[in-house]
């Protein structure tokens, strides 16, 4: 009631003022987002955009609509109960013919051998027999004749089930799912269906290196944090030091300790531990070694962020009112270093699951993780609908606990869990 | 030493000793494996075992006169220059206006700013492959600089707008109010005093793009190998000598950066610590 008696008794001098200002802050704000914007254009091109396009690879379905237009077209009313009628065969004849001639069979061939193993044969067989136009009317007695799969429902359901312009195929397929004849969406056959083994494979690994990361990093983090920063700061440097080098050294150094003639295994048996050497590396021990050693700081940092910013006085307090030390450490101590241990598990464990580079040296072909095959489906087979698709997926998995650490880390430092 | 007050008990005692002999142990573990390949790239022999046959420095010879080598040392330098003063510009100038800038829109767009340091290695390699490809930006200089831009960038806007929180903008208004056209107040007012930022930015900028090797391994073409390229297939290959020689000179280059960033670190604190 009064501010808006003294608002209104103040109106005639206090409006322009006050518009003033905010014309003025207006301004300040779009200067502000004028200086923000070449970075976020920049990012929009080297980092947005071609994410964005990787997403559109894993649905884009284009390679037979481009090649096979008259089939497309003719199909798109086909119920797909019986086999498709004349008019199609025909269409079909003229998009291979055309597609010999400009080069191009192959491009639809491939895409159609995804859904159908073998038929790159059907089609190559089909343009190199076909050597004229059929006669009106004779299209689909001469195709089942060159090919017999032309009779059959499953050649034409491909097709049509590859027509685009988009498509669910390859996020089924890395998820061991696929459709059948009749469009429903049904397991993969068994040869195909290694997606959610290697899924499971990721998570397992990239969950048990964040448990080992925890078990050896809470001891460090803890003395780190309680002796004196004279101390603490000399000790900092081993954690910092391997923080700082390069991935490639690192890796490099776990093959040169733990190969079979390795620093390590000749110790072994230099000491009579052991006989013949240990096998150590280009196996599961070796990913997990190698991984752990490369992320362990990423949770002592965060970890000795939340235990220095307990104060001694809570366990001198808790001491004090009789509780003993492993009762205090339980019930005071380590709920306070629940933040602290939520961010860095959280980190390790996000950061392991993208992990490519040092499974792909130290591990064997079992120990590959989701990242090895999309990089394999992108470089190697060139199935880049795949290699998108499982990158959506592992992009999702990390978009969902990136969220979730954000929420975590809110509050407190941007930089507590990265490289400072 | 601020523990020994509380060590009152035999078993607090014990516990204590156990914290240190597992945190030691965890230290051996984290600098064993850069401590044991240093001597080998001293060695005089071909193998990579102890005890060492004798020390010569062979291997960096051999370093030094690899045509393979040397350009991708080059290439790491150029890349690496290039990526860092691309994102200290970027970066600084996105700092600046975010520290201005309110808007409920603002944790998206610092949530989009940062996203590159999340985002799994591999798929920005394989989106920058389809994406660079088709405008012929794979294999070449400027397609990894600015893929490296956009890694490195991240980490210059955290640590300038780290420095910014606890910069007073009415310094800057004050400059204007004087009379100091934009640029002359931001070179000699603001930019002194985010300088310790701006500088720590840059180092883990650089480092970032010196240590990157997935874009590099999807982008690069033969000319562009980057250092850590040319160690990923000469681990995958055979594990000659040469590579530890390579693995010393990237450890020292490592070691430079961290002790600047130590003392910055330091400075930044003791200033701190003067103006309280």
Redesign the interface.
Known sequence: MTEAFLTSADAPTDVPLKRRLKRAERARQVKALALVLPLLAFLLFTFLGPIAGMLWHAVDDWEVRKVLPHTVATLADWDGRDLPDEKAYAALADDILAARAAGTLAIAAKRLNYAVNGFRTILTSTARNLKAPPEPGTAKETLGKINPAWRERTTWAAIKGASGPVTGFYLLAALDLTRNVDGAIVAAPPDQAIYRDVFVRTFIISFSVTVLCLILGFPVAYLLATLPAGRSNLLMIFVLLPFWTSLLVRTCAWIVLLQSNGVVNDSLRFLGIIDAPMRLIYNRFGVYVAMTHVLLPFMILPLYSSMKAISPAYMRAAASLGAPPLTAFLRIYLPQTLPGIAAGSLLVFILALGYYITPALVGGGADQMMSYFIALYTTETANWGLASALGALLLVATLLLGVLYGRLVQGQQVTGGMKN | ???DA?LR?T??RI?WG???I??TL??I??????L??MP?SFSSGA????PLPGLSLRWYDEFIHSARWMTSLKNSMIIGVAATVLSVV??T??A????????RFKPL?L??????????????????????APIGLTGSYLGLI??H??LA?P?V???V??TLQSFDMNLARAAASLGAPPLYAFRRVILPLILPGLA?GAL?AF?TS??E??IV??MAGPEQRTL?RE??S???EN?SPT??AA?VI??TV??I??ATM?GLRRRNERLKGSSA
């Open positions: 030493m601020s523990g509380s008990t078993s607090q516990a156990a914290t240190i597992i945190a965890v230290f573990f984290l600098m064993a494996p850069i044991a390949i080998l193998y990579l075992t102890y970027l970066g100038l996105a600046l206006g975010l520290a201005q800038w309110k808007s767009v949530a989009i700013v940062l996203s590159p340091v999340v985002v799994p290695g591999v798929i920005t390699a394989v989106g920058l492959y389809f994406f660079f600015l893929a831009t956009a960038t980490f806007v955290i640590t707008g780290a720590s883990f480092a010196f240590d090797v997935v391994l999807f850590p160690m990923f000469g681990i995958r594990i590579i530890t693995a990237l450890t490592s070691v950066l961290l130590e």
